[in-house]
């Protein structure tokens, strides 16, 4: 028989989940931006901003308190809830 | 395992009180008083029992929390009423209802201890017969090498582990009289709730003690906290780490280092309290290099950084004292850190000019033009500590002019946010200063020799980033 030893992990079960269907056209939804607080990500979006919305998408604005941490809870749920697709800025 | 009801002995042959008394426990069976008897050494003894119990597997002895023989126990209803330790004719003849128990014995003698309670088998016993883990256990094939086994699973920060058996956990869970399914945090970046369970588990694999066990469980909590902010340590692309910091008594009880080469290798509490911690964050909440952890250099701290303060050869009040805590109190403090980087300056004689020397070290963590961005740790060594002390320079006073010291005119100076951020605008009269009034975390510790001090830079401080933050380590809780 070989060595038993106690599991070190969090022992989680994976769970799979469908990702939403890519969006079929931009005409008619709403798109959020994402700023998550990184700097000049303002500016990025800013420009990503004027490119949808000269396609006549309607487009909402959203911004994390810090780069550092994990979006909030109700943000995540205002963006879920309220746009069809959203865009989130990464960069310095 | 249920005990029949009346009275039940605990001996073992090894014991001389039990030997004196096995014509007593033989009298009693014979009187039909004493309904068992568990030997735990020699099924043959005592001599002449009907209702002799072989418990040299200790199942019994462990499960009744026997910790001299011989015990008597009194049953009623299949639980312990009441019970009775080592030989004393008073205590039996009132215990059992029987006069003149033992003639010819003499009137008292203590017991002997346990072998259930034996300081080399408890822990076996704990993980044999125990509540039990909540943990999954993971049983290796006979082929396998357990060292490679841990490290295909990826429990591994890259250098060898100790095997985390049941007997091994429960031995380290002895170091905390909490209990072992307790939430001690919710571990980034899965946010799972991480119990001391799973916090011994990695304890024991990074090489630590029990008794380290209350420092470990005070810095993952302490890690986890939203002030610290873990996550955004794990997942920026900055070179930093938890860099744990012992203050207290407890630094000495569990043999810490805080004198010659203190950031360095060669103490087991320093070396693997640190590492037990990114256990801790890597297999709890699977916080991996190349996954969540995306740092782009990294540093040779991330293996684990920890380290004590010289309290006692420090001339000021110790680090925690200065953040308000009593000087009895045992803490943990963390602060977001990257690799040490030493300041010689074997020419400054006044503390003035060593404190404008330090300042101006000081300024080149991360980058000279760099400010108000992060805070950093000064770790001052005793003949650098010993500059301020002679002239009787207290901590306040030595912190704020090294601060005064990295003042530089504002011009040309970034903010976390990049040029032009702002940043010079909280230009003072002497400049901008590199760090915030409360930025600069001074620690001393180091050998009784050498003119050097230890600059560890930080990361993004503050709210947006992380805060250092401080809490006392409860010994066994």
């Known amino acids: ?92 | 395992m249920t005990l029949p009801d009346g009275l039940v002995a605990f001996v073992k042959r090894d014991c001389p009180t039990c030997a004196l008394v096995e014509p007593v426990l033989g009298e009693l069976a014979d009187a039909g008083i004493l309904n068992a008897v568990y030997t735990q050494d020699d099924p043959t003894f005592p001599r002449g029992i009907a209702a002799l119990h072989d418990d040299t597997g200790l199942e019994a002895s462990w499960r009744n929390g026997i910790e001299t023989v011989p015990t008597i126990l009194r049953v009623e209803e299949g639980r312990e009423a009441d019970r009775i330790v080592g030989w004393s004719r008073e205590q039996w003849t009132a215990f059992t209802s029987v006069a003149d128990l033992g003639a010819g014995l003499p009137e008292h003698r203590p017991g002997c201890g346990s072998l259930s309670a034996d300081p080399d088998r408890a822990a076996g016993l704990e993980a044999q017969y125990g509540d039990g883990f909540a943990s999954r256990r993971v049983e290796f094939a006979s082929a396998e090498d357990p060292m490679e086994a841990m490290h295909d699973r990826g429990w591994s920060d890259g250098l060898p582990l100790v095997e985390p058996t049941t007997e091994r956990v429960a031995r380290m869970l002895r170091g905390t009289a909490r209990d072992r399914q307790d939430v001690v945090a919710i571990v980034p970046p899965n946010l799972v709730e991480c119990t001391v369970e799973k916090v011994a588990v990695n304890a024991v694999m990074a090489g630590c003690k029990p008794e380290y066990l209350p420092v470990v469980l005070a810095a993952v909590a302490t890690a986890c906290t939203d002030a610290f902010n873990m996550h955004g340590l794990l997942c920026t692309t900055m070179s930093v780490g938890p860099v744990v910091l012992v203050n207290g008594p407890i630094r000495n009880a569990i043999g810490m280092n805080s004198g010659v080469n203190v950031l360095g290798q060669g103490n087991r509490a320093n070396s693997t309290i640190g590492r037990a911690l990114q256990l801790v964050v890597r297999n709890v909440g699977g916080g991996e290099p190349g996954g969540i952890d995306r740092s782009t250099l990294g540093n040779p701290g991330k293996v684990g950084f920890c380290f004590a303060e010289d309290e006692e050869g420090s001339p000021w009040p110790s680090f925690s004292q200065s953040r308000g805590f009593g000087p009895r109190a045992s803490t943990v403090t963390l602060f977001p850190g990257e690799s040490p980087r030493i300041v010689v300056d074997q020419v400054s004689r006044t503390p003035e000019a060593l404190a404008a020397s330090l300042g101006s070290a000081l300024i080149g963590t991360n980058h000279p033009r760099l400010v108000m961005a992060t805070d950093a740790m000064l770790v001052i060594s005793p003949e650098h500590a010993s500059r301020f002390a002679a002239a009787g320079w207290s901590k306040e006073r030595t912190v704020s002019r090294i601060l005064e010291a990295t003042c530089q005119p504002a011009e040309g100076l970034w903010g976390i946010a990049g040029e032009g951020d702002g940043a010079a605008g909280d230009a003072g009269p002497g400049g901008v200063a590199k760090f915030r009034p409360d930025g600069l975390h001074v620690v001393h510790a180091g050998g009784r020799a050498g003119l050097f001090s230890a600059v560890i830079g930080g990361w993004v401080a503050g709210d947006k980033g992380s805060h250092t933050v401080t809490k006392e380590v409860s010994p066994w809780a």
Do not use: W, Y
Request: aromatic letters at 4%.
């Open chain 1, 1 to 92: 028989m070989g060595v038993t030893v106690l599991d070190p992990t969090a022992e989680l079960v994976v769970s799979r989940r469908e990702r939403n269907a890519r969006l079929e056209t931009l005409e008619g939804m709403t798109i959020g931006l994402l700023d998550i607080s990184k700097p000049r990500g303002n500016v990025f979006l800013d420009r990503i901003q004027e490119l949808l919305e000269r396609d006549g998408v309607r487009v909402l604005r959203f911004v994390k308190p810090t780069f550092a941490k994990p979006a909030p809870v109700d943000l995540r749920h205002e963006i879920a809830t309220q746009c069809h697709a959203v865009i989130e800025a990464l960069a310095d």
